[in-house]
Structure formats: C-alpha cells, structure tokens
C-alpha cells in the first residue's frame, strides 16, 4: 500500500476548502506565469531569513540585502497593512516593502544574541501511525531551530508575513501542535536535540507588512503629533514574538486531528464522500475564485478556464526531492 503524502500547507487548503484541495493538491492546478504576489513575497522574506539566522550565534548577509538580491528586477505590488484609521487596502512596492520590513526587523532585534541556532531551516519526511498503522508520509519544513540562552530551552523557529498580525488563534495551531508532536523525536533521531530534552515550544515570529512609522516617539515608545502631544493614531506593533507550548497529554491528539484527516481526504479521493466548497467572504482571495464561479453553474465551461489559465505541477515536488537526495 501506497501511503498518501500529507503536508502543512495541504492541510491548510484542506481545513479552507475541500474543493480548493481537490483542484491544488489532487488535479495539481497552479496558476499560469508568477507566483501569487503574496506567497511570493512570504517566500522572500522566509529566505532572507534563512540566510540570516546560521548555525550558533552566527548570522549571515543582512536581511534586507538578501530580500533586495532576491527580488532582482520583479515588479510587483504588495496587499501590504492597513492602518486603522485607512479607510481602503493600501498596496506597497514589494521590493521597497521587504527591505524596508527587515530593515526595521534588525533595528528592533539586532543579531538576537540570546539565540542560539542548533539547526538551520530544512525539509522532513516522517510516517505517521495511529492505532499501530501507517498511515500517511507527513513532509514539512521548520524555519529553524534554537535554544534560547535566557532561559535555557530549545524552541522551534516560526517566521510569519502578514498584513495584520493575529495570536488569539495560536494556542490551537494545527502547525504548531503537528511541529511539536514530530518535533523531539525527529530530532533525536537526527542526533540533534540532546538526549533528556524535548522541544519546548514554537516560538512565533511575526513580521507585519509595513515600511513603519516614520513620526517621532517619546520615551514610552508613543508616536507623536507635530506639537509634541501623544498622538491618537497609535499603529500597532511591526513584530510580535509568541511562543506556544503544548502540554505531552496533547500528543495523542494531534496524531488522531490528522488521521481522521487523512481518513477523510482518503474518502474523498475515493469517492465514498463527496468533495464539497466551504464558501466565505474570503473566497475572493482565492486563485480559484473565477473558476469556481464557473463551476457552481453546474455547468463544465471551469474546465476550460482551468486549461487556459492553469498548469499542472506536483505539489509535493519539494518534499520529495529533497527526501530523495
């Protein structure tokens, strides 16, 4: 038997949209010609750091040089934050954007001395077994692991892009559960995380979509009017560092989360339950969205949209190559 592969983002499509996750995941469909200009830009950001934060206490090129060298000549503009008192979606140049982001990220953190780098970003490919059965290759990727020298324990590395930042949802992260679930034992077994310790939790590091604020502050760190009286209008913060820990009775239930998962996906792929659309407001975010419109008529005119402006790819081409070489 065939074990299905399974991976973080996929679970993400699946959890939005069965239907998204048919036509991603199943079908391969991907947009035609670039990369949707968000994910691009998270993946940029996500490299620079990588670049950044290297093994010990040691960093690498500046952020912002290796985000400005990895854009080169791409023109695109960013869905970038909102500020309260905006009463539309504001769009920055990417290049400006993300350099500037991690220009202010260095400002804010300087090298994060107190991180101690035991392991740098890289892909992972582990069998899951409930109930004393495999059953499915679970492959992902950390951003990073470190142990943090102020209070001795050893945390995964999270890095997140957004245009509003949000935690409230973190202390029931599916990434976060699975990551800390797999975590210790694929280190060990790696001969990474030492023997006696365990993965102590994931430590979320958010970066907001914003060149920031360029008004005065005083001492507390309130923006400032021109006449020098604290200003109304206080931005929230650019980062937001969260660490998220799970309790080892939570195990368990992170393993059956995905395989009720799979057993579901698996039913779908099947055909013994049906693949259905979970329809919201954010739906217009979708690069299915034209599709689906289409193919809510009933109607097999999506097709044709789905050959013209899509092109089939192997989702899992990342994990798998990496898992063979």
């Given amino acids: 038997m065939v074990l299905p592969i399974l991976t973080t983002s996929e679970r993400r499509s699946f959890h939005r949209c069965p239907q998204q996750w048919q036509w991603r995941y199943r079908m391969g469909l991907v947009p035609k010609g670039e990369t949707a200009d968000a994910l691009w830009f998270g993946i940029g950001v996500h490299y620079a750091l990588a670049k950044w934060y290297q093994k010990g206490r040691r960093r690498g090129a500046h952020p912002a040089e290796t985000f400005s060298q990895w854009c080169s000549d791409e023109l695109r503009e960013i869905r970038a934050s909102r500020e309260e008192w905006d009463d539309l979606p504001k769009f920055e140049d990417a290049h400006e954007l993300g350099v500037a982001m991690l220009d202010n990220y260095i400002e804010q953190y300087d ?28 492959m992902s990727a950390w951003d990073g692991v470190f142990r943090d020298l102020a209070d001795g324990r050893i945390y995964l590395m999270e890095h997140k892009t957004a245009a509003q930042i949000s935690t409230s949802y973190l202390a029931l992260d599916d990434q976060a559960g699975i ?32 060149k920031g604020d360029d008004r005065p502050r005083d001492t507390r760190g309130r923006y400032l009017n021109q006449n020098g009286s604290v200003s109304k209008r206080q931005p929230p913060p650019a980062f937001v560092r969260e660490v998220v820990e799970r309790q080892p009775s939570e195990l368990r239930t992170q393993l059956d989360r995905i395989a009720d998962e799979v057993t579901v996906m698996d039913g779908m792929r099947a055909g013994t339950i049906p ?16 599709m689906c419109q289409l193919h809510e008529h009933g109607s097999d005119k999506w097709r044709e949209i789905a050959r013209s402006s ?3 790819a192997d989702p899992y081409a990342r994990y798998t190559k990496s898992a063979s070489e």
Wanted: proline share 4%.
């Fill in 179 to 210: 990551y800390w679930a797999l975590a210790s034992q694929i280190l060990k077994t790696r001969g990474i995380l030492p023997a006696g310790e365990q993965i102590a939790g994931i430590h979320y590091n958010f970066l907001r979509k914003t």
């Fill in 111 to 138: 090298r994060d001395p107190d991180w101690d780098v035991i392991y740098i970003e890289h892909p992972f490919k582990v069998k899951i077994n409930w109930r004393g059965q495999d059953v499915v290759n679970f």
């Fill in 310 to 312: 899509f092109t089939q």
């Fill in 275 to 290: 693949v259905f659309k979970n329809t919201s407001r954010d739906c217009t975010w979708c690069e299915f969205f034209t």
